[in-house]
């Protein structure tokens, strides 16, 4: 199995930036597509973004279009998620998935990561 742990979250003053990473272990996720969810409390999941094993970018929601993009590093098992122009209805918790997938609004995914919180204040 993969075990997947983010970091990279934090507090952040609108309009800022911030990095969220994942690094994953017990086996190379190279050939896996990956992404990002985020959820805040009573709010339903939602697929940020998804990254091709290749690197190519899959998925991009809209209400991140042209402030994120996601990347990776398939030497070091990582991707990431650079956000900018943040706002603060970004706050929330940023989950990273491999093999990410909404069906019809219901979110699945291989393996799960724990969760960063990214919090943007006003």
């Known amino acids: 199995q993969v075990h997947l742990v983010e970091s990279g979250g934090g507090l952040v003053q609108a309009g800022g930036s911030l990095r969220v990473s994942c690094v994953a272990s017990?086996?190379?996720?190279?050939?896996?597509?990956m992404g990002w969810f985020r959820q805040a409390p009573g709010k339903a999941r939602e697929l940020v973004a998804v990254?091709?094993?290749?690197?190519?970018?899959?998925y991009t929601a809209q209400s991140v279009k042209g402030r994120s993009t996601i990347s990776r590093d398939n030497a070091k098992n990582t991707v990431s998620l650079q956000m900018n122009s943040l706002e603060p209805e970004d706050t929330d918790v940023y989950y990273c998935?491999?093999?990410?997938?909404?069906?019809?609004?219901?979110?699945?995914?291989?393996?799960w990561g724990q969760g960063t919180q990214v919090t943007v204040s006003s």
């Open positions: 990254i091709s094993g290749g690197g190519a970018t899959t």
């Open positions: 017990g086996r190379t996720i190279s050939r896996s597509s």
């Open positions: 998935a491999a093999e990410p997938m909404d069906v019809e609004g219901i979110t699945r995914a291989d393996y």
